[in-house]
């Protein structure tokens, strides 16, 4: 039982490019979301989706898109990164969209 | 404007004393609240929660208290352990907006053997 995996654990990109972060959890959970953690900061919700099928924006949304693959996978992507999205993002589910959330790692991005 | 204030960014007990960690917030429509605890390059564990039909909620050596008229909450470790250093997240959310979080800043714990 993984729990909530993320991939990739790091990552460098230059502005401009773009990447998919990816998530999973094994836990049969209803409700996935990302956030961000910038230092000595808290976490920021990006977007969650409560149920398979359903997206929606969290606080800090603008440069983000995220695709609700399947119960399973919930991934988000950059279009076009900029230096101000450096930080580390954590992906989460819960069984419920009211319920505690369990978290991945975290995949440390810098983008120069 | 922050919902949700932890406004001491560390603190530091000896080990066997009582760590106490404080939350406030300011949106009334918050209900649920939890606590999470991070270590260095790992993702956030739940530690423990409260709805705001309570005012207290204990789970081992964690207590958690909330005050709805002073909108304020505080987690206990008692007795504190080197291994609670860490750093602890509040979190708090409203049923009307299931799903949408709001973390404070973090505390950083250090408990000295």
Not at chain 1, 26 to 30: G, R, T, V, Y
Not at chain 2, 78 to 85: A, F, R, T, Y
């Given at each position: 039982n993984a729990g909530v995996t993320q991939t990739p654990k790091f990552q460098v990109l230059k502005t401009g490019q773009s990447m998919t972060l990816q998530c999973a959890q094994?836990?049969?959970?209803?409700s996935m979301y990302w956030y961000r953690q910038d230092p000595g900061m808290g976490l920021r919700l990006i977007y969650y989706s409560a149920s398979e099928g359903t997206t929606d924006k969290g606080e800090v949304p603008n440069g983000y898109n995220v695709s609700r693959?399947?119960?399973r996978e919930f991934s988000l992507r950059l279009e076009s990164a900029a230096p101000s999205q450096t930080s580390v993002y954590f992906c989460a589910s819960s069984e419920l969209a009211e319920e505690t959330q369990y978290f991945g790692p975290g995949t440390r991005l810098l983008v120069l | 404007d922050q919902q949700v204030k932890q406004n001491s960014p560390s603190l530091s007990v000896q080990e066997g004393r009582i760590s106490i960690l404080n939350c406030d917030y300011t949106?009334?429509?918050?209900d649920y609240f939890l606590w999470y605890k991070k270590y260095p390059a790992e993702g956030p564990t739940f530690l423990i929660s409260i709805s705001s039909i309570k005012d207290k909620n204990e789970d081992g050596r964690f207590t958690v208290f909330l005050n709805k008229s002073a909108k304020h909450l505080s987690l206990h470790i008692?007795?504190?352990?080197?291994?609670?250093?860490a750093v602890y997240f509040c979190a708090a959310s409203a049923e009307t907006n299931a799903g949408k979080s709001t973390f404070g800043d973090g505390t950083t714990l250090t408990v000295k053997p």
């Open positions: 094994d836990m049969n959970h209803n693959l399947n119960k | 949106n009334s429509m918050f008692v007795p504190s352990q080197p291994g609670d250093s």
